[in-house]
């Protein structure tokens, strides 16, 4: 089953110490803190430290904005505009911003569970049939079934997300996919 999704009628979570809020997409299982993969889009208004998440791998896509990543007062990785970047939750990281504010995709999943990955696309993308994930239009339109998707909108599923096809020529798409880390049917979460 797809869920579609608009950025802008989100929920909004304002963080603790002021420096930014998320709009959380979903997350799996549904409701709970201790959850196996979440997705969300966050603002950051202020430089300051990311909240830790150990044993969860994090991949972050940059959508607006200039952040330089710090480690221990250190320049550890620069942003590029809607290029995955893969980090583990555990690490000590900090946001520099270089403008007022920035805005950006995250994929959580707790490592040994889910196998987090990301990618932006211009063609046509589909996931494989047992494999949870998201989609979020970055810009132009993109077609679903009987569902059009505009920039700023997107869908996610927890299995067969089926085939999403560009519409316009500046059509971009980001995507990411949770598979499941197991070798075989036994245990898997999606089961």
């Known amino acids: 089953m797809i869920h579609r999704y608009d950025r802008r009628t989100l929920p909004v979570s304002r963080w603790r110490n002021g420096g930014g809020e998320t709009r959380e997409i979903a997350s799996f299982p549904a409701g709970k803190a201790d959850f196996d993969w979440r997705i969300s889009i966050a603002t950051i208004a202020a430089d300051g430290a990311f909240s830790t998440f150990p044993g969860i791998d994090r991949i972050i896509t940059l959508l607006s904005g200039e952040v330089t990543l710090l480690q221990e007062g250190q320049r550890y990785q620069q942003l590029g505009l809607c290029q995955p ?62 569902t059009l998707l505009s920039a700023g909108q997107g869908a996610w599923w927890q299995n067969n997300g089926g085939l999403f096809l560009p519409v316009t020529a500046d059509a971009r798409l980001l995507w990411g996919t949770f598979q499941p880390s197991c070798a075989d049917d036994q245990g898997c979460p999606l089961k």
């Open 85 to 146: 970047f893969t980090f583990a939750g555990e690490e000590p990281i900090s946001a520099q911003l270089s403008g007022k504010t920035s805005s950006d995709f995250n994929l959580m999943a707790r490592r040994g569970v889910y196998q987090p990955d990301a990618g932006v696309t211009c063609t046509r993308f589909s996931a494989a049939a047992a494999v949870a994930g998201v989609v979020y239009v970055i810009a132009g339109q993109w077609q679903h079934q009987d």
